[in-house]
C-alpha cells in the first residue's frame, strides 16, 4: 500500500553512482523538466530549473537493464513486502494488542493502539529525506545494511513490553526508523540497473508488499491465537534478518575507464582517498526543487490524499469484527485488498510506460476519486460479500497509485534530483498517514461506530485527485516558457551569425571591386 518508486540511474550524488565518471557531453538528457534541459543562458524564469542541474556531461553510464539488476530487483521485492505487508497486515497486529493490553475501564484503548501503527507508518516516511542523504553520502548497501539491523534490534525490543506506552518507542519509532533505512535505498538502487523496463521492474517489486499482505494476514492471525503477540513479534524479526542479508546485493555499478586509469596512475591512495568517493553532497537538503511549481504542487496534494488512506488498513478488520461479529475471518479483507493491490501495480505499472510524460499524473486522480468513494461506501455494505467487493476495487486502485509515484517524479524534477524529490514527498507524507489512523480511533471511541470514521476517510483523496488536475497544465506551461526562452536565443545566434556573415562578404566584395578598378 506504501509508495515503492524506484529511482532512475542518474541520481545526482550517490557515492556508488559519482565514482562512475562523466557521461559523453552528447548523451541525451532524459525528459522532462529536468534542469539539463535549460541552456546556461536561459532568462531568470527558468534559472531554477539550472540550479538544479549538477555539473554538466556528470551522468553515469546507461544501466545494464538486467545481469545481476535481477537480483537486486528480488532483494528490492522482499525490502518491499517485508517492510510494508507488515504495516499493512497491521489490523491484525492492532486486535492483537487491544485484546493485551486492553481493559474495560480505559474508554480511549482503541485511540491509544492506533498510536502504535500509524506513528509506525509515519515515522517511515518522516524519515526518508534523512535517509535520501544518508543514500547520497554512504551509498545504498551500506544504509540499506545498518537499516535493517536497527529494524530488528526495534521489533526484538518491541517483544519484551509490558504496556502499550513503550510500543511507541520501541515499534512506532525505532522499529520503524530502521525500516526506512532499509527501504529508500530499495528505491534509489533499481534506477541504477533499469531504464527502458523501469515501469515494470517497478511494478514487479512494489507487487512484493502485495505478495505479503496477502499471506501475512493469515500468519499473523495463526500466530497471534496461538503463540500470542510477543512471540509473533519475534517470528517476524526473521523477515528483518533476511532484509538484511538482502541489503548486501545493493551492489554499485563498475567504475568507468576514466576512474579506473586514474587509479593506475595515482595508486591505491587516490583510490581509497578520493575526494568524490567520500565527499557529502554539495547541497545536503535540496529545496529548491521546490520552486518547480508542479512539483510543488504534487508534494501538496499527495499529502492531502492520503489523511484517510491509511485509516482501512488500521481499523478494518476492528470494524468488520464488530460489525459481522458471526465472522471469524475478518482478515480476509486485507488479504483481498493485497490480492488486487498486486494486480495494480503490475497493470498500472506497464500502463505508465506507455503514457506520455506528466500525463502519468492522471492515473493517480483516477485512482484517488476510486480510493475516496470506496472508503465512503464501507459503511454502507450490509453484507460481507459486498464489503469483499469493495476492498478489491480499492485495493485495485492503491496499486496504480502507488506504482506510478516514480515515472512522475522523474518527469516532473529530471533524474538528478529525483532521489530527494522522492524523500521529500515521502517525509510530507507521514503527517497524514500518522495522524489519520488515530484521529479515526478517536471517532470510534466518542460515538461507538466506525461509520462517521470512513465517511470522512474518503473526503481527502477526493481533494487531493482535484489538486492533482492541475499539474500536466503547470508543467506544459513552464515548459512552453522554457523552449520560447531557447528559442528566442537560438533565432538571435542565427541572426547574428547572419550578420557576421554579410559583413565578410560585403567586405570580400569590396576587396575584389577595389582590384578590379
Not at 500500500?1 to 562523466?22: F, I
Not at 542565427?494 to 556573415?501: I, P, T
Amino acid at each position: 500500500m506504501v509508495p515503492s518508486p524506484a529511482t532512475p540511474a542518474a541520481t545526482q550524488g550517490t557515492s556508488e553512482t559519482e565514482s562512475l565518471g562523466p557521461a559523453p557531453m552528447g548523451a541525451a538528457s532524459p525528459p522532462g523538466l529536468g534542469p539539463s534541459d535549460v541552456p546556461e543562458a536561459a532568462a531568470e524564469k527558468v534559472e531554477v530549473e539550472v540550479e538544479l542541474a549538477g555539473p554538466a556531461g556528470a551522468e553515469p553510464p546507461q544501466p545494464p537493464e538486467g545481469g545481476w539488476g535481477w537480483m537486486v530487483m528480488l532483494a528490492a521485492m522482499w525490502c518491499n513486502g517485508s517492510v510494508f505487508g507488515v504495516q499493512n497486515a497491521c489490523g491484525v497486529l492492532f486486535v492483537s494488542m487491544l485484546n493485551t493490553f486492553g481493559s474495560k475501564d480505559d474508554d480511549q484503548m482503541v485511540f491509544k493502539t492506533a498510536w502504535v501503527s500509524s506513528l509506525s507508518m509515519g515515522m517511515i516516511f518522516f524519515c526518508c529525506p534523512i535517509v535520501s542523504v544518508f543514500t547520497d553520502m554512504f551509498g545504498c548497501r551500506k544504509t540499506a545494511v545498518v537499516g535493517a539491523a536497527v529494524g530488528f534490534i526495534g521489533l526484538m525490543s518491541s517483544s519484551f513490553v509490558s504496556s502499550i506506552e513503550p510500543l511507541y518507542l520501541t515499534y512506532g519509532i525505532i522499529f520503524a526508523c530502521g525500516c526506512s533505512f532499509a527501504y529508500q535505498p530499495s528505491l534509489v538502487i533499481l534506477g541504477h540497473y533499469f531504464k527502458k523496463r523501469l515501469g515494470l521492474v517497478n511494478g514487479i517489486v512494489t507487487a512484493g508488499s502485495s505478495i505479503f499482505t496477502v499471506l501475512l494476514p493469515f500468519l499473523l492471525r495463526f500466530l497471534t491465537d496461538n503463540v500470542g503477540l510477543f512471540h509473533t513479534l519475534r517470528v517476524l524479526c526473521i523477515f528483518m534478518f533476511v532484509l538484511f542479508l538482502a541489503g548486501f546485493t545493493y551492489r554499485p555499478l563498475a567504475s568507468s575507464v576514466r576512474d579506473k586509469e586514474s587509479r593506475i596512475k595515482g595508486g591505491n591512495r587516490v583510490s581509497l582517498f578520493s575526494r568524490r568517493k567520500f565527499s557529502p553532497p554539495k547541497k545536503i537538503f535540496n529545496f529548491a526543487i521546490f520552486k518547480v511549481t508542479a512539483y510543488a504542487v504534487w508534494a501538496f496534494g499527495i499529502p492531502v490524499a492520503l489523511f484517510g488512506y491509511f485509516v482501512p488498513y488500521v481499523h478494518l478488520v476492528k470494524y468488520v469484527n464488530e460489525r459481522f461479529r458471526y465472522k471469524s475471518n475478518e482478515e480476509v479483507v486485507l488479504t483481498c485488498i493485497g490480492i488486487t493491490s498486486g494486480v495494480g501495480r503490475l497493470l498500472f505499472g506497464r500502463i505508465a510506460d506507455y503514457v506520455p510524460g506528466v500525463k502519468k499524473v492522471y492515473l493517480q486522480v483516477l485512482s484517488f476519486f476510486f480510493i475516496g468513494v470506496m472508503s465512503m461506501m464501507i459503511p454502507l455494505c450490509s453484507v460481507f460479500e459486498a464489503l469483499i467487493a469493495v476492498c478489491l476495487i480499492m485495493g485495485l486502485f492503491d496499486g496504480c497509485f502507488i506504482s506510478i509515484m516514480a515515472p512522475i517524479a522523474f518527469e516532473l524534477v529530471g533524474a538528478q534530483d529525483v532521489s530527494q524529490a522522492i524523500g521529500f514527498l515521502l517525509g510530507l507524507m507521514s503527517l497524514p498517514m500518522t495522524v489519520g489512523p488515530p484521529i479515526a480511533g478517536l471517532l470510534r471511541d466518542r460515538l461507538g461506530s466506525y461509520n462517521v470514521a470512513f465517511y470522512l476517510a474518503g473526503i481527502p483523496p477526493l481533494i487531493g485527485g482535484a489538486v492533482l488536475c492541475f499539474i500536466p497544465w503547470i508543467h506544459n506551461k513552464k515548459q512552453r516558457e522554457i523552449n520560447k526562452t531557447t528559442g528566442g536565443e537560438k533565432t538571435e545566434k542565427m541572426l547574428e551569425n547572419q550578420n557576421s556573415l554579410l559583413t565578410s562578404s560585403s567586405g570580400i566584395f569590396k576587396k575584389e571591386s577595389d582590384s578590379v578598378i
